[in-house]
């Protein structure tokens, strides 16, 4: 059984930073694609950043020049570092690990259960 913990949310001020941590745990052998995404309140859920198992990485273009993602495959970790936070970026954050294979060699997705971000103006 795999599972996705993140960690890293909480409450900063407008202009501040937070960096996120997803790990991915059980019998891993790869991930194809790491993703973060976000739901704010009454919104629909968003693709943030997306990084692939080569290093290959996406933004939304609300992140760009702000948010990077990075992965450690060693670790089953993915990291989002969030620099200079604005009140929009106010959301669940939730990872999800897709493309992961087993040492039962079976692939299937994965996703965590999101952790709080809340940026004050």
């Known amino acids: 059984q795999v599972q996705l913990a993140e960690s890293g949310g909480g409450l900063v001020q407008a202009g501040g930073s937070l960096r996120l941590s997803c790990a991915a745990s059980?019998?891993?052998?790869?991930?194809?694609?790491m993703d973060w995404y976000r739901q704010a309140p009454g919104k629909q859920r968003e693709l943030v950043a997306r990084?692939?198992?080569?290093?290959?990485?996406n933004y939304a273009d609300s992140v760009k020049g702000r948010f990077t993602i990075s992965r450690d495959n060693a670790k089953s970790t993915v990291y989002l570092q969030m620099n200079s936070l604005k009140p929009e970026d106010t959301a669940v954050y939730y990872c999800?690990?897709?493309?992961?294979?087993?040492?039962?060699?079976?692939?299937?997705?994965?996703w965590g259960r999101g952790t709080q971000v809340t940026v004050s103006s």
């Open positions: 999800a690990a897709l493309g992961v294979v087993t040492g039962t060699l079976y692939t299937s997705d994965y």
């Open positions: 990084i692939t198992k080569g290093g290959s990485t």
């Open positions: 059980g019998s891993i052998l790869s991930i194809s694609v």
